[in-house]
């Protein structure tokens, strides 16, 4: 899984509203939680758009992420 | 004969009581290892933050009246460390919510505003805590810089800073326990009991339960003084046997 670790995590659902895949949910303690893990597709989005940068991603996972072509 | 006042400030006691509030859970921490995986300025963001708050329940400990501490530390130098320790504090962590979205300025995603926002308005228990800390914390810091202007006395105006710092510290707590990155069971063993022991030097002030014994003595009895500087400095220091008024008439 490339998400490394979420702590810190205030539940504002930002990440499970931004996750293209699908990985994260808000479970019952009101946090984020990796729900399947192999869907993830290393996009970064979740952490990019996580408020407070609860959500690390292991970086001998991750692969550069390209923002535009020009 | 010129004679050099002798010296009983030591800030070597300060400095050792900030290695407890701060240099130990904080140095936990980083042998736990708990400060990996993000990037440098969220670490080191982190890092101040957290020794910020470690050194809150010292304030407790480091105000002018505190009698254990009036034999380390005169009245004024305290007074002094509580302010300036005080100030840092209060500007550390009221700017705690505003730099933790700093790095959205450099990346792409949520902008540091929207994150700003998003972040306020969750209404989680944690944030919520939060919030009202920061909001004590602001008032505290407030109404300690613009003393002089408050239509309060000066009484009045403690048991205020007293209740208002107490507040903060448990609802900071709250906040802590909740959103903490770096709480471990140990490190909320070890806030617990620093907030234990804050309430129950607060409550002893309070309600008077410290017997009101003689003041210190800060200055050294009269047959000590006249002992040539040096020597009258190590003897103190030691806490050699106080000669008796022969020896120091036969040394003089
Ligand atoms: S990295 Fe992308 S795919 Fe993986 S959990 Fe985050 S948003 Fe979803
Ligand atoms: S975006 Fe961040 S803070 Fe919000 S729910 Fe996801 S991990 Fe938690």
Redo the contacts between chains.
Sequence with gaps: MAIKKISGCIGCSECVLSCPMDVLRIGDNGKAEICWPEECQICHLCRMYCPVDAITIDPEKSIPVIISWG | MSQTPPVFTTSGFFLRAIAVFAGFPVLFMLIKGVFS??NAY?EIFSLITVTAWCLVPGQFYWFPRNRFLSLHLRGCMLSKYHIVTGTLLVLLLCSHPFL??V??LF????SPR???F??IS?P?A??LSGIISWLLLATLGITAWFRNVLPLKYKAWRRMHGILAFLVLIFGLHHVFV???HITPFITVIFTLFALAAAVMMLRRWFDLIPHAKPVRLLPPPAVRLLPPPENIDRLEKQEHRPEKEEVENEL
């Design positions: 995986g993000r969220l933790l979205v790095p959205k990346e792409y995603g949520i929207e994150a700003f998003t972040m969750t989680t944690g944030v959103l903490g990155r």
